[in-house]
């Protein structure tokens, strides 16, 4: 279940992705003030755009798409900076999930130059850190809180989210990205992902397997492709 499903006015558990239960009163998971205001600093200053903001948050991003008048996903992030904490659960209404807001990162860096940073679970064994972070980004701050307190209904006196999370940089100001966010967590460069031969990333090796015939009588040792 979503982790922003629980309704405003009940306290009701919802599973993340580690399969621990997680309370809230508020599907506004909203960015807290210091991380915003970390966000500005390697941005000179301004958010040119939030593309998934609520009535609730404090980014403040000079251009705000909000449900339920813009779809944020359906939109061009043509700006020059850019700022995304995405609904981390599927959305089942519009068929989207946390992949397709990693996908708009990628794009709008490599089609309009944007500069664009990401809090997300940490997730590397998923298909899409592989794919829109892994030899897509620039850099990565794994943030040490240990339980970070999103802003939920005007507050941070929360037990905070249980999963780790990062900010993701997409951008071409990594010394900018690294003397902003070592405060708050191990920066790593990804440059050298950005060049390495992408089958040192994802490929497995097929396996073996067993294979039942059923039209035989004994089972067949054949190749699989890995799943
Ligand atoms: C985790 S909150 C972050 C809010 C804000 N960006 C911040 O960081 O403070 C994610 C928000 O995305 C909004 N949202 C979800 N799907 C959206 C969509 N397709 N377009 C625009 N906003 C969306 C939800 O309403 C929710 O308030």
């Not at 967590?185 to 067993?210: C, D, H, I, W, Y």
Request: aromatic letters at 12%; hydrophobic letters at 40%; glycine letters at 6%.
């Amino acid at each position: 279940m979503d982790l922003f499903e629980a309704s405003a006015n009940s306290i009701k558990a919802v599973t993340d992705f580690a399969g621990r239960s997680v309370h809230s009163q508020s599907h506004h998971w909203c960015t807290p003030p210091q991380y915003v205001a970390a966000v500005k600093r390697v941005f000179g200053g301004e958010i040119e755009l939030d593309p998934c903001s609520n009535p609730e948050s404090v980014v403040n991003a000079k251009c705000e798409f909000m449900l339920p008048e813009i779809d944020g996903l359906a939109q061009e992030w043509n700006f020059p900076s850019i700022y995304v904490n995405p609904p981390y659960g599927a959305d089942r209404a519009r068929g989207t999930t946390i992949r397709d807001w990693f996908a708009k990162c990628v794009a709008s860096r490599t089609e309009y130059g944007a500069q664009v940073i990401a809090l997300v679970p940490v997730a590397t064994n998923t298909t899409h850190w592989k794919k829109y972070v892994f030899g897509a980004a620039d850099a990565v701050c794994f943030l040490y809180d240990t339980r970070l307190r999103f802003l939920v209904n005007g507050n941070t006196d929360n037990k905070g989210a249980p999963m780790a999370c990062a900010m993701v940089y997409w951008g071409d100001d990594f010394s900018a990205f690294e003397s902003v966010f070592n405060a708050f967590g191990a920066v790593v460069s990804l440059e050298t992902l950005k060049t390495a031969p992408k089958n040192t990333r994802k490929k497995q090796q097929p396996r073996e397997m067993f294979l039942f015939d059923f039209n035989g009588i004994k089972p067949e040792r054949k190749r699989a492709a890995a799943g």
